[in-house]
C-alpha cells in the first residue's frame, strides 16, 4: 500500500466492492512502505489490511507466507496488482487445494521483463496460472497478445473514476492557496498530481513555468525519488517563489476543482488515472502526447509534444489568456470521461469473477 497510482486505485474503489456486499480483505507483501493515509483509508471503510511482512518484497519466503494465509482464510478470488506479486502468488498457489480464482491486472505496457527474451518462457508459464489476465488499455492488452500469446485468458477492462466524487468536491478557493501558499488571489494556478519518479517528467513542466508570466503559479502535488532534482532544477531557475511543493496528499479533488489548469508531464503510463481524475474535476488538462495519457482525451488539444517544454508554455499561455478556451476544455473533457465511470469498471470486475466462479461450478 504505497503512494502508487495502482494502490490509490484500491483505496479508493474497494469501499464501493464492500456496499456492494462484497467481503474485501487487502493482503500486502510488506509493510515497509506503505501510506500511513492509505492505511487510515482503509481502516476508515471496514477493510482488513493484512501483511506478509515489514522487509523486502522480493524475499521468496513471501511465496510460503502467502500460501500459509491462503490457505487459513478461504476466498473466492485472488486479485493481484504489480510486479513482484504476480510471481509470488502465481507459485503459491501451485497444487493448492480450494485455489481461488486468480486473476491479475496489468497496469503498464511496458517493463523490464518484457523487453527481454530470456524471461519468456516464464513470464509465459507465470502468466498461464492465472484464469485472467486484465489490460486496463488497448495498448496494454496489444503487448500482452504479442509477449504472451494467450488471448482466451485476457481481458480488456479499461480501469474507471469515481467522476461525481470529483466533479461535486467543493474546490479550494483562491483564499486557501494564499493563505497556505502565499500565493496572490489572482494567479493562475496550475497543479501535476503524481509519484516523483520515472516515467513522471516534471523537469519538463519546471522550464515551461520559468517561460511564462509572473502570475503563473505551480503545485506539485506528490513525493518520491525524483523530487530532489526536480528542487535543485527549481533553485537553478529561481521559481522557489512561484512553484510550491505540498507532498502527498488526500484532497486531491478539492486542489484539482480548485487549480486553473492540471497538467500530467510523463514519458508514458499505463492507464493514467490522473488523466480521468483531472478530466472528472471539470477543470482544463494538458498532458504529454505519450502512451497512456493520449487515448484518455478527446483531441489534440489536450496534448503538448512529450518532453517539449516550449510547446508546453505556448499551450498554457493559450488558455491563461483566453478563459473561455479554458473553459471549453473542461466542458468537453468531462463530457468525454464518462466513458469511463469507475461503476462500469467494477461492474465489469465482478462479471468476470462471476463468470469464472460458474465455470468452476459447471
Not at 506528490?222 to 532544477?233: F, V, Y
Request: aromatic share 10%; net charge neutral; charged share 25%.
Amino acid at each position: 500500500m504505497g503512494k502508487g497510482g495502482a494502490e490509490k486505485l484500491l483505496v479508493d474503489n474497494l469501499p464501493i466492492y464492500k456496499k456492494m456486499g462484497h467481503d474485501v480483505t487487502v493482503v500486502q507483501l510488506s509493510s515497509m512502505l506503505e501510506s500511513e493515509e492509505y492505511v487510515e483509508e482503509l481502516k476508515k471503510n471496514d477493510i482488513p489490511l493484512y501483511s506478509l511482512s515489514s522487509g523486502s518484497f522480493r524475499n521468496p519466503l513471501l511465496i510460503v507466507r502467502l500460501r500459509s494465509y491462503l490457505k487459513k482464510n478461504n476466498c473466492d478470488v485472488l486479485h493481484v496488482h504489480l510486479f513482484p506479486p504476480l510471481y509470488w502468488a502465481s507459485l503459491a498457489t501451485l497444487g493448492l487445494k480450494d485455489k481461488p480464482k486468480l486473476i491479475f491486472t496489468e497496469h503498464s505496457s511496458s517493463n523490464e521483463r518484457n523487453t527481454k527474451k530470456i524471461f519468456k518462457p516464464l513470464e509465459r508459464f507465470i502468466y498461464s496460472r492465472y484464469d485472467a489476465v486484465i489490460a486496463i488499455t488497448e495498448r496494454v492488452n496489444e503487448k500482452l497478445l504479442e509477449w504472451l500469446d494467450m488471448p482466451s485468458k485476457i481481458k480488456l477492462i479499461h480501469n474507471g473514476v469515481d467522476i461525481e466524487r470529483f466533479n461535486s468536491a467543493l474546490p479550494h478557493k483562491p483564499e486557501y492557496f494564499k493563505e497556505h501558499f502565499g500565493t496572490p488571489l489572482t494567479s493562475f494556478k496550475v497543479i501535476m498530481v503524481s509519484r516523483f519518479s520515472y516515467p513522471k517528467d516534471p523537469i519538463t513542466l519546471i522550464e515551461a513555468i520559468s517561460l511564462l508570466p509572473e502570475t503563473v503559479h505551480l503545485f506539485f502535488v506528490g513525493d518520491g525519488e525524483l523530487l530532489n532534482d526536480a528542487k535543485i532544477k527549481v533553485e537553478e531557475l529561481q521559481l522557489g517563489n512561484r512553484i510550491h511543493f505540498l507532498g502527498f496528499r488526500m484532497d486531491i479533488p478539492e486542489l484539482m476543482k480548485g487549480s486553473d489548469l492540471n497538467v500530467l508531464s510523463s514519458l508514458h503510463e499505463g492507464m493514467s488515472g490522473v488523466t480521468l481524475e483531472a478530466l472528472a474535476s471539470n477543470t482544463a488538462f494538458l498532458g504529454s502526447a505519450s502512451p497512456g495519457i493520449q487515448e484518455l482525451v478527446p483531441d489534440k488539444r489536450y496534448l503538448f509534444e512529450t518532453c517539449n517544454s516550449v510547446d508546453l508554455s505556448k499551450k498554457i499561455i493559450k488558455l491563461f489568456k483566453n478563459p473561455d478556451f479554458k473553459d471549453e476544455l473542461a466542458s468537453e473533457g468531462y463530457k468525454f470521461v464518462k466513458n469511463y465511470s469507475v461503476h462500469k469498471m467494477i461492474q465489469s470486475h465482478l462479471d468476470l469473477y462471476n463468470l469464472l466462479l460458474k465455470d468452476d461450478m459447471l
